[in-house]
């Protein structure tokens, strides 16, 4: 496995979910922007995995083990805001009858998620460098 050309793929792969992330923002569907936010921090997270183990990302959407798998000691607070990242994955995509979470999306909760997501994504990034 080459591994520069699996972390490479993973990076343009976050980055490409970052772009829409904002697109999807700026056209107010707010939920699926958090989606894709879910999906530029799993795939940050992989890059990272497979940069540190030598070795192909886990099939997971669980941001918080492939953090740990990737060998980050998470605090309380970084442990907690990957685990709520990583609902929006499932909220985003299966959304309860009431649709409460798409309810939650507001522009001003939305961007507040999207800059802890800016904030994860830069930081795992830091770690690629």
């Known amino acids: 496995m080459d591994i520069q050309k699996v972390k490479n793929y993973w990076l343009e792969e976050a980055e490409d979910d970052l ?3 904002y697109h999807l923002f700026e ?8 989606f894709f936010g ?3 921090a799993e795939k940050i ?4 995995y497979v940069v540190r183990n030598k070795e192909h990302a886990p099939y997971s959407h669980n941001l918080e083990r492939v953090a740990v798998l990737s060998g ?4 309380d607070d970084m442990s907690s805001q990957l685990e709520k990242i990583s609902r929006y994955n499932i909220e985003s995509r299966y959304p309860d ?6 309810k939650l999306c507001t522009e001003e909760f939305t961007q507040n ?4 997501i800016e904030e994860i994504f830069k ?3 830091s770690m690629l460098i």
Do not use: C, G, N, P
């Not at 980050?72 to 605090?75: F, K, V, W, Y």
């Not at 998620?113 to 802890?116: A, K, L, V, Y």
């Open 123 to 125: 930081w795992v990034r």
């Open 27 to 34: 056209s107010r569907d707010y939920s699926y922007a958090l």
């Open 19 to 21: 772009r829409v992330m």
């Open 38 to 40: 879910h999906l530029t």
């Open 45 to 48: 997270l992989k890059a990272l």
């Open 97 to 102: 009858d009431m649709r409460e979470f798409r």
């Open 113 to 116: 998620e999207i800059s802890q």
């Open 72 to 75: 980050i000691e998470l605090t």
